[in-house]
């Protein structure tokens, strides 16, 4: 395999990461963020044709589900038709690709959740991630391409965007006199950024067509369980103030079943909820 790796959406909250790990590695990346063009024009790859690409890691998209219900339309387009724009090049040359999903479940029948379990997408993002995994189970079936899907669960981690519920929380922790919440009760599966990134890393050099990989930590925690770690950790006790709103079509528990990504790719995580958190403190106390 070629060391010269594309990564899109690189400059991204998972993408920077990966990056880094993979030049710490001895990679050449080549790396497409939103400066570099729209991932949905095929002209924005135009120039990567035979530059001797020995895999890409497809993580450019949008991700903030609110947002998709406001304009599912560009989520379609950018995440589907994205996709697909990545999957001809990967034909084209001959590459093995790696796509970033999601959790797109929906409501669980039982927990924890496999691979195989029922998949009934809740917002318009999971939507998306659904359709855009079809085109890679599709291109790989039919084009003889090695195509692997990760699903990761709720990602958090150092320099995550403070519109999501961690960081979010962390900065009220850490700034405000009170936390506020809008229900403590939906519990999710929370999985470390570094872990997602051994995860992509143990993708590369496999074989085969088509495989998918929950990511998570196969334990899940409530609203008001992060909330009571970060602020164990942070030595906070500031006042929580609940509005006890139910978001739209809101799942109230989701656990990964991890097993076949231990098993096939030799994957675990490494990192407690406890040790993922005192990392983004330390890192939000260094800005200070």
């Not at 922790?173 to 919440?181: G, K, Q």
């Not at 999710?188 to 998918?212: F, N, P, Q």
Request: charged letters at 25%; glycine letters at 8%; a negative charge.
């Amino acid at each position: 395999m070629s060391k010269r790796i594309l990564v899109t959406g690189a400059t991204g909250f998972i993408g920077k990461t990966l990056v880094s790990k993979l030049l710490s590695c001895g990679y050449e990346v080549v790396g497409l963020g939103a400066g570099n063009g729209d991932i949905a024009d095929n002209e924005t790859l135009r120039s990567l044709v035979n530059e001797d690409i020995g895999h890409v890691f497809h993580l450019a998209g949008k991700t903030y589900v609110p947002d998709s219900w406001d304009d599912p339309n560009e989520f379609c387009r950018i995440n589907v038709m994205g996709t697909i724009n990545i999957l001809e090049f990967c034909r084209q040359e001959r590459t093995p690709c790696t796509f970033v999903s999601a959790y797109v479940y929906g409501h669980p029948e039982q927990l924890p959740i496999q691979e195989e379990s029922l998949i009934r997408p809740s917002n318009p993002y999971a939507l998306s991630k659904r359709m855009a995994e079809e085109a890679c189970e599709f291109y790989a079936t039919a084009h003889g391409m090695t195509v692997t899907t990760l699903r990761p669960f709720n990602v958090y981690g150092v320099g995550q965007d403070d519109k999501f519920l961690i960081p979010s929380i962390v900065h009220q922790a850490l700034n405000n006199e009170v936390i506020s919440i809008k229900d403590l009760t939906p519990k999710r599966d929370y999985v470390y950024l570094e872990d997602l990134i051994t995860a992509l890393m143990a993708t590369m050099g496999r074989t085969g067509k088509y495989s998918v990989y929950n990511v998570g930590s196969g334990v899940s925690l409530s609203v008001q369980e992060v909330i009571d770690t970060i602020q164990e950790v942070a030595g906070t006790n500031k006042k929580i103030v609940c509005d006890n709103k139910v978001r739209n079509n809101e799942l109230m528990d989701v656990v990964a079943n991890i097993s076949r990504a231990g098993k096939e790719l030799g994957w675990r995580p490494e990192y407690s909820f406890r040790a993922g958190i005192e990392f983004i403190i330390r890192s939000e106390r260094g800005k200070s």
